[in-house]
């Protein structure tokens, strides 16, 4: 994944506002910052999900950095979408936009299911499969 992903129109978008502390001594929004607003546009898109008995783990990132992200005071654009159901896993895209509207940063993560008890992987329950077939590309 190199180039700006197609956002399906089932996307959710969170528009998601930049703190100064995200940005390096250029102005940058730098590599951790990036990561932790990606982790805020499932955290709101899945938060309905903690419902159902099973914890989930970030099991794989892959991220691609597509140009730089300036701090302002304006929120970015964060579209996600589920792009595959596994037994026991799914797998979220993002595309983070600039206030601008231009693509920043493509991501991927593999999210594993687990039971909270044992901490071992545990297969997705249906209502979850349902929701999730909701955001599939």
């Known amino acids: 994944m190199t180039r700006e992903p197609v956002v399906p129109p089932n996307a ?13 001594s250029l102005g940058h929004v ?18 309905a999900n903690s419902e159902h008995g099973i914890g989930v783990l970030a099991a794989r990132h892959e991220v691609d950095y597509l140009r ?3 701090y302002g005071p304006e929120p970015v654009a964060i579209h996600t979408w589920v792009e595959r159901i596994g037994s026991a896993s799914f797998t ?7 206030p601008s509207g231009q693509g920043v940063c493509a991501a991927k993560t593999v999210i594993v299911a687990i039971d909270p008890a044992s901490g071992a992987s545990t297969p997705l329950p249906e209502a979850v499969r349902a929701q999730l077939a909701t955001l599939v590309a």
């Open 12 to 24: 959710v978008v969170a528009q998601v506002a930049l703190r100064w502390a995200d940005s390096d």
């Open 68 to 70: 730089p992200l300036f």
């Open 30 to 47: 730098n590599n951790v910052a990036m990561m932790r607003l990606l982790e805020e546009a499932r955290v709101r898109l899945f938060s």
């Open 92 to 98: 979220v895209a993002h595309l983070v936009r600039s």
